[in-house]
């Protein structure tokens, strides 16, 4: 993983630094302005590792300027059923505006990701945003360190947000602590959901966004030859 660590902070990981996890201004979604995107991205844990492995839910808001910021993050090890059930609540919660603003719940087309996307496709279709790693993730490499060089890179650019660590008490408050720990220790801490589920969602916005290519943020990596 040498390859990608741009500034080495800590032993346990070096993909991001800690200096560049600002946190968002944003609490609630109310106070969100009403033209910025709106995005779900969410990491289904793998069938065969449930009892390990954990679900993971984000809620995002995108500003015209291409920041990104989380607004909201939850993960849980619980069986499947309750897992969907979290996403359904936060579609329905913020359909309205996710419709308004073109955004997408983006779920990986993979294991219980697979079985999230027939379940919800009759009644969520237009909303969701199959990923799929081998065919979205640019590039030769299709690894995870990959696909987080575009977080990475939003984080050193000053455009990648997270909740506020004061407000651990809400009820998303141990995630928004783990999610910290996840980005400070990937690649090698011993779980990886909350990077999957940023990364997914920040491959999708780059291939899409006037602010940020996928060619200009591997040049910016110095990995102009994964192409």
Known sequence: SALYQQSPTIDDGGFF??????????????????????????????????????????????????????????????PYEQYEAKVIESIERLKERMVRTRGKVIVEDAANGSTLLLNLKSKYGGLLRPFLAQSDTPGKDKSKEARAIYPQVL???????????????????????????????????????????ISQLCVILAAASKHYSVLDMLAYAGLGSNV
Do not use: M
Not at 26 to 37: D, I, K, Q, R
Not at 62 to 68: H, L, R
């Open 17 to 78: 630094d800690a200096d560049n996890l600002k946190e968002t201004p944003y609490l609630t979604w109310a106070s969100v302005p009403e033209n910025w995107s709106v995005w779900i991205s969410t990491d289904a844990a793998k069938a065969s590792q449930e009892k390990n492995d954990r679900h993971v839910v984000g809620e995002f808001a995108v500003s015209p300027e291409g920041q990104v910021h989380c607004i909201k993050v939850w993960h849980g090890r619980v």
């Open 155 to 197: 984080s050193q650019r000053g455009l990648l947000y997270l909740p506020k660590q004061i407000h651990l008490e809400r009820s998303d408050g141990e995630s928004i602590r783990t999610q910290r720990e996840e980005l400070l220790t990937f690649p090698n801490g011993v779980h990886d959901d909350h990077v999957d589920t």
